[in-house]
């Protein structure tokens, strides 16, 4: 995944990231992208399953003064905001067929038009966009449009459950703990060889948010040293 990333980062191509919930999918685009010769600006972010229809064309595409009621002054959108750099475009799966049609011909034709104006914008955007769905099946559902599917997914990418490489459980059990003590402020707290061996038979529905969870929870609660005792108590 890393060779992965490290090969596409240099690159224009859009990205679509697929993984369960929690498995790290902005991480990676946040990696991709300050790999990327776009990251002397920030990466725009927009979370599409949060954004109501009412709203969707004026958050992605902005909006003029004046162009509805509480338009009090000029707003610029994600796809403006994200000029020359990277948009994250997280939970594409969640929009709604007319909000696609409108994403899509953004990507097409490297233009955007503000709500109220007549005028086109350009806009040069690389696209990283992350779903927990399975977007093929989408398609057949008719929830998704294929021709989205394959302007988005130039580059596909596939992040696994935590589940499915728990080898590298102890090394994020180390990470969470250096990072979590360094936050709090405390010394840092040695765990238990069981006690990390006990972590990685567990089926981490979550994934890799629920061990940092888990791992800040140990934190708090445990004495000097986080023992086996602590994890059938606290996890």
Known sequence: LRLLVEKVASTDANILITGENGTGKEMLAREIHSLSPRNRQEMGSVDMGAVTESLFESELFGHERGAFTSAVKQRKGKFEQADGGTLFMDEIGDMSLAAQAKVLRALQERKISRVGSDKDVDVDVRII???????????????????????????????????????????????????????????????????????????WTGNIRELRNVIERLVVLSGTKITPNDVELYC
């Open 129 to 203: 966009a992350a779903t927990n769905k399975n977007l093929r099946e989408e398609i057949k559902k008719g929830n998704f449009r294929e021709d989205l599917f394959h302007r988005i997914g130039v580059i596909l990418i596939k992040v696994p459950p935590l589940r499915e490489h728990s080898e590298d459980i102890p090394l994020l059990v180390d990470h969470f703990i250096d990072m979590i003590c360094e936050e709090y402020d405390m010394p840092r707290k040695p765990m238990d060889k069981k006690a990390v061996e006990m972590l990685r038979q567990m089926p």
